[in-house]
C-alpha cells in the first residue's frame, strides 16, 4: 500500500525503466516508491499546497505542480532545495 502519504494521492506516474511510481498527494508531498520492496525511496515536501500532479523528467528527475501556483523540479540523486 502507499500509507506513506497521509491524505489522498491525486496523481502516480511509473519512471520510464519501471523501478519506481512516483505520486503527488493532498498532503503537499511527492513520493518516489522502490517498487521492488514497496516503499517509500524519497520523499518530497517542496509545496506549501496540494500537490495536483506529478511526472518524470528521465529515469531520477521530476516535476510537480500545486496549487500553492509552483512548479518544482528534483532530482533524487540531489539534495532538495525548498
Known amino acids: 500500500t502507499l500509507a506513506a502519504h497521509t491524505e489522498s494521492i491525486f496523481s502516480?506516474?511509473?519512471?520510464?525503466t519501471g523501478e519506481l511510481l512516483?505520486?503527488?498527494s493532498y498532503d503537499n508531498s511527492a513520493?518516489?516508491?522502490d517498487l521492488a520492496t514497496g516503499t517509500p525511496k524519497h520523499q518530497f515536501e517542496?509545496?506549501?499546497?496540494?500537490?495536483?500532479?506529478v511526472d518524470w523528467k528521465d529515469a531520477t528527475t521530476f516535476a510537480s505542480c500545486s496549487t500553492d501556483k509552483s512548479i518544482?523540479?528534483?532530482?533524487?540523486?540531489e539534495e532538495v532545495q525548498p
Open 12 to 16: 502516480l506516474h511509473f519512471n520510464c
Open 22 to 24: 512516483l505520486t503527488g
Open 31 to 33: 513520493i518516489a516508491w
Open 46 to 53: 517542496v509545496h506549501s499546497a496540494q500537490v495536483l500532479d
Open 72 to 77: 518544482k523540479v528534483c532530482s533524487l540523486t
